[in-house]
């Protein structure tokens, strides 16, 4: 059931949930919430060149997309971490594109997920 998302994976968080798919669907309705956030907070940021609140921010939302084994997406967050944290603003942008588009990407996979296991809440 799970194989038809790429931006997810729900290894980890079957793991941790043991098989509660309640707690599972808790978990995810608390990622849905804070992915807007975290690509807004990290624009607001850069706009405001407060470096180190972006790293703060691409900090969390790592941690928060490790749960859902969003490897890719962790390793960019890192990056924006690292260049927020040496103030290195050059590729910021781009960066933080690239993850606002995952982090997106993951927030749709989430939404049909809960779609499809709508009996479940």
Do not use: C, R, W
């Amino acid at each position: 059931m799970d194989n038809n998302y790429n931006a997810v994976k729900f290894d980890y968080i079957d793991e941790i949930s043991e098989g509660d798919e309640k707690f599972k669907i808790e978990l995810i309705n608390i990622f849905l919430k804070q992915i807007p956030e975290f690509i807004n907070n990290m624009n607001k940021y850069l706009e405001e060149n407060n470096t180190e609140e972006l790293a703060k921010e691409a900090h969390t939302a790592k941690s928060s997309a490790m749960i859902f084994m969003m490897e890719e997406t962790g390793k960019t967050l890192k990056q924006i971490q690292l260049h927020a944290t040496e103030n290195d603003k050059s590729n910021l942008p781009s960066l933080i594109k690239k993850a606002a588009i995952s982090l997106t990407t993951a927030s749709e996979e989430l939404a049909v997920y809960l779609k499809e296991n709508k009996s479940e809440e």
